[in-house]
């Protein structure tokens, strides 16, 4: 039994004693006023999420090759593959690291790639149609507020089992970068419809043709409340989309003028939404109905230089064109997949090659992920992994993604380690690297990790735990030369370190699991009330403990 570091009375204190940005960001007009003031009463009644401060730290530069060759067959190997799938994917496992070491680094890369169906919906709720607030009263549009809040979290745990239960692919981890790239609150959306949408465009989008994913949000109800798009007419152009779009999503700062933030608010004008649907036609790329006719700007604006009667599509074309959009892509994908402090040679590359092949994301992560650079043994630990990465990836590892947890096991993990998803702290998404540790969220990161391992967890007890005994003989190879015990103490390090596992490191594990016996007497066919079993639960216990465990 693991001693809690930590208390729920200390974890609800620290939620209690948040800022509320869900709450400072609400339109205090929309859908009205009316029902906007009942929201904000509505959040106010729930308690905050956590996010952990920012740490205002950069990356130190390493000393890394800047080569963009394919990786040598001489050096794709176990760890190699280790690094390329840790990543990549949500909890790769020994023996799917252990295969793509034995198959090419093309083929593995390829297969990262697999086109995949498209995963049942949580609920028949996602076709829900957008309610006539005018014709509901209070206590009703409080009542759908508690119903929308419950689907909200729904779907949120959906997509958090989904990670648990990922193929080999890189698809849902795409899905989370993009919500990150496309940072959207919840909170301030208000419609689990529309969430759901924008959450179903990156999985579908998110590996395609990038002009295509930023229409396909840019136009969708989620983005169009949530950077107050539907605010925005000809006589009071708002510039929060037209900034974020260009500071954020596309060219980044300091690559365009407060004129054209002003010029891109105008033609960005006259799209709204009711929560669940838009005056936006994808097929013919452009608005309709009353509110386009006379909330659009149709007189001519100048944009980077160009001038039109421009509206929303023509400014994405138009910011399409520009150079230093494929280098802001690329930077925001080198720093989630590679390292914090980025490589311009390497990015700069990368950013030739998406232009030249039509903005196609995947090809550009094909490239990356096939480099010596990428592989370079200095970034191997360099990154501390995100909350998700971390639980939701050590479900999978540890075999234990068919079970079901308690219902709110999962979104109370997340929400207490800073990183709960469809709650992004602000538009420009998850902080990421030293903030993900603090004095609150390592003990907690720990805590939930050894859940896993004793069935205690302040969110939630339950009667199953790892089958360590299944753990290790998925880890034995009899043909492989060496004792059990030696071959699983370092199976274990390349399965949950990101960095390779010392020697030194390697005695301390192997002593943990013996216990006084020689390693010859550790066996892999022990019955499963063998003593030996527990031995391997407090060694996966103490890797837990590790600095090692919190980084890939």
Known sequence: MVKSTISRRQ????????????????????????????????????????????????????????????????????????????????????????????????????????????????????????PQWDALTDEEVMALFEQYFEWMWEMANWWLIRMTRNELNIRETMTLFWHNYFATAQSKVEYPQAMYQQNTVFREYGLGNFKELLRRVTFGPAMIIWLDIHRSNKDAPNENFARELLELFTMGVDNYSQDDIIEASRAFTGYVTNGVETNYIFETQSGFGWWWWEGHDFQEKTFMGQTGEWDGDDIINIIMDQHETAVHICSRIYKWFVYDTISESVVNEMAELLRTNDYNITIALQFLFTTEHFYDENFRGSNIQNPLGLIQGLVRKLGMEEHTYPETYFLHSQEFLGMTPLEPPDVSGWPGYRSWINSITLPARKLQAQSLVTGNSPWGSFDFTVDVRALAQSMYDENEEGYASVQIVRKLGITFFGIPLSEHLEGVMLDILLDGAEPYDWSINAPPNDAQWNRLRDLILYIMKLPEFQLS
Do not use: C, M
């Open 11 to 130: 974890f609800l204190k620290s939620r209690n004693s948040t800022k509320r940005p869900e709450l400072d960001r609400l339109n205090p007009n929309w859908p009205s006023k009316r029902v906007a003031k009942l929201y904000r009463t509505f959040l106010e009644s729930k308690p905050p999420i956590y996010h952990p401060p920012h740490v205002y730290k950069s990356a130190p530069s390493l000393p890394v090759t800047s080569s963009t060759q394919t990786l040598r067959d001489a050096d794709w190997n176990i760890e190699a593959s280790a690094h390329l799938l840790n990543q990549t994917v949500f909890g790769p496992t020994y023996p799917e690291i252990l295969a793509s070491a034995n198959d090419s680094i093309e083929n593995s890369v390829a297969a990262l790639f697999t086109p995949l169906d498209s995963p049942e919906p949580p609920g028949d709720w996602v076709n829900e149609p957008a």
